[in-house]
RNA sequence: GCCAAUGUAGCUCAGCCUGGCUAGAGCAUCUGCCUUGUAAGCAGAAGGGCGGGGGUCCAAAUCCCCCCAUUGGCUCCA
């Protein structure tokens, strides 16, 4: 939309004649306004209504500066050479007409010609134009994030006895960890000039990488990468329909012009990516949160069904996160994210359930392979919430049983009262979260969810927000760096047996031996690990060295000595040593190290002499 | 989104400041040879509009401008 403002003294208009078909049914008399803001206005291609609206919100703005409070809207085509239909043109221009209520505002016919006297004033701020874009509003901003900045946090930490310190004059001596995500998040310092070890872990290992012809933040998975991927998806789902979820599956995007989405929309704080598709104007899900409660909404449901566990493994959210914040797996525009929605009746009800879904995510987050020195507690609450109910938040800081960092917010901002958190810090003093759970009082309203109550009355249910993980890339990423971290503190960087993409390798001294290799990979092969064969004529030494660059936890080396007797002689990255076990023996070793979690087979070829290698 | 740095063969990187032979190396790949015992056996070959697009110049990987991507900082992070 472009706009040329001028501050008249006064404006006389004459409609001549009809310039088009749809012109406007008036009565063609002269007009003459004075003491006017005339807005000469071109509507263009792709304008809406959010640009009719910014279009006025900047229009009164400038009157407000000027003192003028009399407007003319007055269409005027000659201002751009990409019009709109008139039919749009006409519509936004009525919609600018009625939307702002203290001004005194008139519009000149559409779709006439007209002829016209004015006398424009000779200050200023008299000649003003202005274009205003659709294009802006792609990444449409919710009220939550812009009115965030002005939230005020009160930081502390909070040990395990369930005394709060301030987070000013804790002893951080025995906690680093907590230490950098105090200061990651109260004060925002960050002390890196480094990039990330776990992007070149993702590449070297050949799990993930970006793709340029994508958006930022949008990764490839190979073979690798996908296998991980698909089992921690598994084991998380595993765990969360174990505890009693329902898994569902909505859609990726929806139309934003919903009336609960809207208002939803605005107590998120995140930049959402939009799609215009006939009209409509949808937006991608930036979590499984609307797609659920939608659902919910249709559920006939009675107190006694309470809790009803929602579950979705979102593959995928996203967010239009700003570009300077993507790093690696870390942060993406487009992530895998497992989302348990608990719908509850009560307060009472909502903290029993709490504590359950804090059980599960610390039972996952552990059987994921990172450990209470990963990963750092943070909780968050409301002023009011944390008076009420003081134990249960001591409670979960015991159960932690280290300090944890807490922020309190006076008022209610967003639309939970409780969250808590747990950030891994890696190696650089980055924070990331992975677990969270949050109670939402103010969402059961908004989407009309009820359920049936003791007394017969309908009820909105208090609902609760859990991740057990954390986004599954994320978890990655943690894995990676906590590897790294490793291997610069002298250990050996490891992934867990159960996420190794190959767990045994098998390695012919001579070709001779290949045939019996084979036969032994099946063997191991069908007790469910995954085993593959260096077939490729290569030294012993140069196998052994790409086996251990691959992170291959169990390497056979089959010769003449294996071929007659019993045993195996078996590599053990973990130790270093080589070791004499039998095949059970192996195999009993694995199965106890991955007990409990997913199993899938080699994505990939068997025989490495056949594999494409992937060099990023 | 803003500021800065980086972008050369599949990968890791020289070369750029000070413009000029046919743009180099190691690893990987291919072809041979070797027939291997717990972290790299030997030799040869092939492989590159130097991130993309403009410009300056007799001449641009090299100098200038714009764009893209990555990384760092800022901002932001349910």
Redesign the pocket.
């Known amino acids: 939309m472009r706009i040329l403002q001028l501050h008249c003294d006064y404006i006389e208009f004459t409609p001549v004649k009809r310039e088009i078909k749809s012109a406007e049914e008036i009565d063609p008399q002269s007009k003459r306004f004075e003491e006017v803001l005339v807005a000469f206005i071109a509507v263009e291609e792709g304008d809406n209504s959010d640009v009719a609206k910014k279009a006025m919100v900047e229009i009164s703005d400038s009157m407000k500066k000027i003192g003028c409070n009399k407007l003319l809207l007055y269409p005027y085509a000659h201002l751009s050479s990409k019009l709109a239909s008139p039919s749009t043109a006409l519509l936004l221009l009525k919609e600018m007409e009625t939307q702002v209520k203290n001004l005194e505002i008139y519009r000149a016919p559409f779709g006439w010609t007209k002829s016209y006297k004015i006398q424009v004033k000779g200050h200023p701020l008299a000649e003003n134009s202005k274009t205003i874009t659709a294009s802006e509003d792609k990444e449409s901003t919710s009220d939550a ?1 812009k009115a ?2 002005k939230i005020q946090s009160f930081w502390h930490i909070m040990t395990p006895d369930g005394k709060m310190h301030d987070v000013g004059k804790f002893d951080f001596s025995r906690h680093d960890n907590l230490e950098v995500l105090a200061k ?2 109260s004060v ?9 070890p776990h ?1 070149k872990l993702m ?1 070297k290992l050949a799990i993930a990488d ?1 793709e ?1 012809a994508s ?3 949008n990764m490839r998975f190979f073979p690798n990468g996908r296998l991980m991927k698909s089992l921690i998806e598994r084991y998380v789902t595993d765990k969360v329909m174990e505890y009693g979820g329902l898994e569902v599956e909505t859609p990726i995007m929806y139309d934003s012009h919903h009336p609960s989405m809207e208002s939803y929309f605005n107590r ?3 930049r959402q990516y939009s799609i215009n598709s006939e009209g409509k104007q949808l937006f991608l899900r ?2 499984a949160c609307f797609g659920q409660f939608l659902m919910a909404k249709d559920f006939q449901m009675s107190y006694k069904n309470l809790p009803v566990k929602l579950y979705e493994l979102t593959r995928y ?1 996203f ?1 239009r ?8 797996l870390r ?1 993406l525009r487009a992530f895998t ?1 497992p989302d348990c929605h608990a719908f509850c009746k009560d307060m009472t009800q909502a903290k029993e359930e709490f504590r359950k879904r804090f059980d599960l995510s610390t039972e996952v987050i552990n059987g994921l392979g990172l450990d209470e020195s990963d990963y750092e507690m943070a909780i968050r609450f409301t002023e009011d919430f944390y008076n009420e109910n003081k134990s249960l938040i001591e409670e979960l800081v015991k159960n932690i049983g280290k300090p944890v960092l807490v922020e309190m917010w006076k008022e209610r901002f ?3 009262v409780l ?1 808590w958190e747990f950030n891994y810090v890696d190696g ?1 003093g980055k924070a ?2 992975l677990s969270t759970d ?1 109670i939402d009082v103010e969402n059961g309203e908004r989407y009309n969810i009820e359920f049936i109550d003791e007394n017969n009355k309908p009820q909105n249910p208090i609902i609760l ?1 859990n ?1 057990p993980s954390g ?1 599954i890339e994320r978890v990655i990423y943690a894995l990676l760096e906590k590897a790294a971290k490793d291997q610069t503190e002298g250990r ?1 960087p490891m992934l867990p047996l159960w996420l190794s993409p190959t767990q045994v390798r098998v390695i012919p ?3 001779e031996f290949l045939e019996y290799c084979n036969t032994l990979t099946d063997e191991i092969s069908r007790s469910d690990v995954r085993a593959d064969v260096d077939d ?7 196998s ?2 790409d086996a ?2 691959e992170w291959i936890r169990y ?1 056979i ?6 071929v007659s007797a019993n045993t195996l ?1 078996i ?1 053990d ?1 973990k130790t270093g040593s ?1 070791r004499n076990l039998t095949i059970d023996e192996l195999v009993k070793e694995i199965k106890e190290e991955t007990k409990d979690k997913p199993f899938m087979r080699l994505n990939t070829n068997r025989s490495l002499s056949t594999r494409p ?1 992937i ?2």
């Open positions: 994030l965030e900045s990651y998040e925002k310092q960050r002390s890196v000039n480094e990039s990330p992007v590449k970006y340029p958006d930022a933040g998120f704080p995140a930036f979590a959210s967010r996160e700003q570009s300077g914040e993507l790093v690696g942060r994210m967003f639309y939970f969250k650089l990331s979260a949050q927000h991740s986004a050996k001294v001579k070709p490729r004529n290569e030294s012993v030494g140069k052994i060295r251990e660059t390497i080396v089959i010769g003449e000595k294996e002689s590599r990255r080589v290698q060099m990023v």
